[in-house]
């Protein structure tokens, strides 16, 4: 039987199914090998070549694929239909005759398919072919540029800028976008102006509203009301006048439906309709594509299979009738530069089938497939028809005109099934919707019509012509400044102010990469990810918001690596791979131009002082750390001393804050950023909370979070007295009264009953606990290590005793059988709910599911997918037996050479090598 590989093991399952019992469906899970992290692995001094190291957790996948080759001498590589999946079947290749598993005479094809159903699966079967090497080659070039930026240019960011965590090819450019927009809204002067608006009435008692767009002869431009004033007086000859309707205009439109969706398209809409994460999107789009319900969701790609075509129109025509489908198939031009692999859209496999017909348990994946779904029959369907209307008002001296606009929808299309969101949707005119008026017919004034709109931002009319205007509510309708009502009620001046541009949500960040042609897409969820994980970014509301530890990345990067953050350069840079996957240039000579010069530009910053590199940053985060004051004083003037001047500093234990120049004389500090942060800020040498007798009590900061600390540090007490917040405390919240009583645990409750040994009560590494002797008994919250009395205690000590106490093994819910590697499995009980375990892998139940249930299928699956989830950090659950050491085994001393000193920075180095890989799809 040939033996067949994948990536995951629940694609191993649908695929077995499809080819049946003559073949052997194998997951290799995920990559095989990577890049150790250490010098040498992309050796620059010949030719880039690159040393590749079988992950401990792989090789168990390697072995069994190696096994199952001696029963038949044929493989079949079916990954994904993409570059990082023609480069797992490189790998699985590579490694398989490096173990002699393949022969000279073993049968290895490649095979793909973009669906996971029986019809694509059994065809791609027909028509294999060799591993794709400009797509490998494209792969290799990624991963060595990913490896010599992290590998490199980390650690000069550790160096030169004591805090920082590192830094990427592709998510340093994502960063800076971020930085440099919050840097445009902090620069941003807003520009007032005024709108104003009227509620007639046609003869018929009808209403609609209509904008000033003509006053004293001339057409107004948007900042021509710059004030109240102006808007008083535009208010009041609207009053003073009579209007009539001097022309209606009714233009039919048509709306075109969007394409179907690619990566990024998806990514987007699936923010805006559900505040899902890039990441989270993905993960829910994999697991549809493996149950075989959609087409894969790596691509660039917007065109749709003939057949896919074909099945969208039947379904359509099935479902709302023939009149929603278009004459002629729509057909979609992709607007990459290079859509990756030409890949279909992504689409359902079955257009007949709606989310509802399907037994999809997730909500994430119920709700995407539902989007998919929708979107896919939307593309193909006929276009709504409108008609747009606009109707002219002016006076019968021609001195004041205004515009009403609206629109009708005739037949509503595609529109039926989908419309597509909007990142920033505001107020629509040509939305609404006119009432039937008629060409010179008067349009008089509806009073009080705007009276509820005017209260609701906040004002209160006197009875005169005009109100005094009164300052509205945040997110008023149209407004938000005051407003002006005419004393009739049917006239309303709204006050705006020109506002900075947004903030990026994950939607909007991974469509401007895309329009600046930066990633691709199985990079975007990644790197989006990695900056929030690095502290570098934070989402607040799904905005992302720059951390002060990104804005000092940024800033470092922009004075002395400029060109490798530079937008123009990052995109050229992916033009050249992709060049390098279509087979039109040599991937060496990539490599070659790009670490020329980078490790130049790398040399250069080795002499760098470090107080120069933060004289630097603080010139160019001056805006921002030290703004100006409001009575024009230095703003960098030490506000204790008087003569110092204030500059970011950095502190021992790491990170970065604004500090005296006369320390230690003066010992003003506050947290980095910029002022008005003092009083919940920790500096380095912490934030004072008050004494206890001659000890000074003090909240500080360190590795591992807030905590405070009885005195200071000395040679006699190098370790003084310490008590870590507990993570339901707040540091703002921290006094002297709350710190002296963490600083006195462990509480000591009384003596146990039985033995007379005394019980404690205290908050340790997993939270709060009372102990008695070797039995320690999780308490549900920090408050009752304060409160937990002597029959409290004995009782949670005794139902930890009864449960095995610690160390103890707990029995399963339910004894499931052994695994095919060996080893139990079983259900388990656990803190945050039931689990499977087996040896070092415990995975979680899904919410809702019985323990009793569970099957074993599902448990090695389970298992399955969390193996693959942590990666190179799950260590090989072999045991090995130790060698004997003798003269023949016994290691080498090492020589003592010059590259010892580097040899001392290997950790650093290694950290960063291991972070950094921006294009990691997988």
Avoid at 81 to 93: F, K, M
Avoid at 807 to 831: Q, S, T, V
Wanted: aromatic share 6%; glycine share 8%.
């Amino acid at each position: 039987m040939p033996v067949v590989v994948v990536e995951s093991p629940a694609k191993a399952k649908t695929i077995n199914k499809y080819l049946g019992d003559d073949y052997v469906v194998l997951a290799s899970y995920g990559h095989v090998r990577d890049l150790p992290p250490k010098d040498g692995s992309v050796d620059t001094d010949h030719e880039f070549e690159m040393t590749w190291e079988v992950a401990n957790d792989s090789r168990k996948h390697v072995k069994a694929i190696a096994d199952a080759l001696k029963d038949d001498n044929a493989l079949i590589l079916a990954t994904d239909p993409d570059r990082e999946g023609e480069a797992i079947s490189w790998h699985l290749e590579e490694t398989l005759r490096k173990r002699r598993a393949i022969r000279k005479d073993t049968d290895v094809r490649r095979v793909v398919f973009n669906a996971i159903t029986k019809s694509a699966v059994t065809e791609a079967m027909k028509s294999p072919r060799q591993v794709d090497q400009p797509l490998v080659e494209a792969y290799l070039a990624r991963r060595a540029l990913d490896y010599l930026v992290g590998f490199n240019l980390s650690p000069v960011l550790w160096r030169k800028l004591p805090g920082s965590k590192s830094a990427g090819r592709v998510q340093s450019v994502c960063l800076r976008l971020i930085v440099e927009r919050e840097m445009e809204i902090e620069a941003f002067k807003p520009q007032e102006y005024w709108s104003v608006k009227a509620l007639l009435e046609t003869p018929r008692g009808q209403r609609f509203e209509a904008r000033l767009t003509t006053l004293a002869g001339k057409k107004l431009d948007k900042f021509d009301l710059a004030n109240e004033t102006a808007a008083e007086l535009a208010v009041q000859a609207i009053t003073s006048r009579a209007l009539s309707v001097t022309g209606v205009e009714a233009k039919p439109a048509t709306r075109n439906p969007s394409a179907p969706f690619m990566t990024s398209t998806l990514q987007q809409e699936a923010s805006r309709k559900f505040g899902m994460g890039a990441r989270q999107t993905m993960n829910a789009a994999q697991r549809l594509y493996e149950a075989g319900l959609i087409t894969y969701m790596r691509t660039d790609g917007i065109d749709m299979a003939p057949e896919a075509v074909m099945a969208a129109r039947d379904a359509i025509k099935a479902r709302y009738g023939e009149k929603y489908v278009p004459n002629s198939p729509r057909m979609y031009k992709n607007k990459a530069k290079n859509a990756q692999e030409a890949h279909e859209c992504i689409r359902p496999t079955d257009m007949t089938r709606d989310a509802g017909s399907l037994r999809i348990s997730e909500a994430d994946q119920r709700k995407l497939y539902d989007l998919i779904w929708k979107r896919t029959l939307a593309s193909q369907m006929a276009a709504a028809r409108l008609e747009r209307t606009t109707v002219e008002i002016a006076s019968d001296d021609g001195q004041v005109g205004l515009r009403a606009t609206g629109q009708v929808v005739l037949f509503d299309g595609f529109l039926k099934v989908y419309e597509e969101g909007r990142d920033d949707v505001g107020g629509d005119d040509d939305d609404r919707r006119l009432p039937s008026i008629m060409q010179g017919e008067p349009a008089k004034p509806a009073a009080d019509g705007l009276q509820e709109e005017f209260a609701k931002a906040g004002a209160k009319t006197d009875g005169d012509d005009v109100v005094e205007s009164a300052p509205s509510s945040k997110g008023d309708i149209q407004s938000n400044g005051a407003a002006l009502l005419s004393s009739d009620g049917a006239v309303l001046g709204l006050q705006h102010f020109t506002q900075p541009p947004p903030r990026y949500t994950e939607a909007t960040l991974v469509k401007r990469m895309e329009e600046l042609g930066i990633g691709r897409p199985s990079t975007y969820a990644s790197i989006v990810t990695t900056i929030q994980d690095r502290g570098y970014v934070r989402k607040d509301k799904n905005r992302l918001i720059p951390e002060d530890k990104g804005r000092l990345v940024i800033a470092f990067l922009m004075n002395y690596f400029r060109k490798y953050v530079g937008y123009d350069f990052t995109a050229g840079l992916e033009e050249e791979l992709d060049h390098v996957s279509a087979g039109e240039a040599d991937y060496k000579d990539v490599l070659a131009r790009f670490w020329r010069d980078f490790s130049a530009a790398i040399a250069e910053t080795s002499e760098l002082r470090i107080t120069d590199v933060l004289e630097k940053i603080n010139e160019v985060l001056e805006p921002h750390l030290f703004p100006p004051t409001a009575d024009g004083s230095d703003p960098r003037a030490c506000p204790v001393c008087g003569n110092g001047r204030l500059s970011m500093r950095t502190a021992r234990s790491g990170g970065a804050f604004i500090g005296c120049s006369n320390y230690p004389e003066c010992r003003y500090t506050r947290p980095f950023g910029p002022p008005g942060t003092e009083d919940s800020g920790i500096g380095p040498d912490g934030k004072l909370l008050g004494y206890d007798g001659d000890d000074k009590i003090t909240l500080r900061d360190g590795r591992f979070g807030p905590y405070v600390q009885r005195g200071d540090a000395t040679e006699e007490t190098p370790k003084p007295p310490r008590a870590s917040l507990p993570k339901t405390w707040s540091a703002d919240a921290m006094d002297l009264e709350k710190a002296l009583t963490l600083l006195s645990l462990p509480r000591q409750i009384g003596p146990h009953p039985e033995d007379g040994e005394m019980i404690e009560a205290a908050i340790g590494r997993f939270g709060p606990y009372v102990r008695h002797g070797k039995v320690y008994a999780n308490l549900p919250n920090v408050d009752e290590v304060f409160e937990i009395g002597m029959n409290r205690a004995v009782e949670v000590l005794a139902q930890k005793a009864a449960r095995g106490g610690r160390g103890a093994a707990a029995k399963p819910l339910k004894e499931l059988g052994e695994h095919p590697d060996g080893g139990p499995i079983n259900i388990m009980e656990g803190r945050y709910g039931p689990y499977v375990k087996w040896e070092k892998i415990n995975a979680t139940l899904p919410k809702d599911t019985e323990p009793q249930s569970v099957t074993m299928e599902q448990a090695l699956e389970l298992i399955a997918e969390k193996a693959a989830k942590k990666g190179k950090g799950r260590k090989s659950t072999a045991k090995k037996t130790p060698a004997k050491k003798t003269a023949a085994n016994k290691p080498a001393a090492k020589k003592s050479t010059a590259k010892k000193t580097s040899g001392k920075k290997a950790p650093a180095k290694k950290a960063a090598a291991k972070a950094e890989g921006d294009d990691a799809g997988k």
